[in-house]
Nanobody, 117 residues
Framework: QVQLVESGGGLVQAGGSLRLSCAASRVISGLNLMGWYRQAPGKQRELVAVMPVVGSTNYADSVKGRFTISRDNAKNTVYLQMNSLKPEDTAVYYC???????????WGQGTQVTVSA
């Protein structure tokens, strides 16, 4: 079992920045993806950005050019740098760890990001 602990959410004005962090409770091995999803009130959870151990990242069109995902495999941590935040970025942000080989799927508890106009 792996616990994912998120931090870095909060309240920011439009145009501001936040950095989210997500640390896994133990060493992660094998082929996997770490990423971020978000869920706004009344909406379905959606992908924000994912990053494999090796390979290219994938971003939602709505955040391209503003958000940057990165990971530190030595620290079992993934980050999401969010710049030029907009009110429509307001949501609960969830960290996800998805194993390809072996297969597994873990979620963090979520962290609230609120962007005021």
């Amino acid at each position: 079992q792996v616990q994912l602990v998120e931090s870095g959410g909060g309240l920011v004005q439009a145009g501001g920045s936040l950095r989210l962090s997500c640390a896994a409770s133990r060493v992660i091995s094998g082929l996997n993806l770490m990423g971020w999803y978000r869920q706004a009130p009344g909406k379905q959870r959606e992908l924000v950005a994912v990053m494999p151990v090796v390979g290219s990242t994938n971003y939602a069109d709505s955040v391209k050019g503003r958000f940057t995902i990165s990971r530190d495999n030595a620290k079992n941590t993934v980050y999401l740098q969010m710049n030029s935040l907009k009110p429509e970025d307001t949501a609960v942000y969830y960290c996800n760890l998805k194993g390809i080989r072996p297969s597994y799927d873990y979620w963090g508890q979520g962290t609230q990001v609120t962007v005021s106009a």
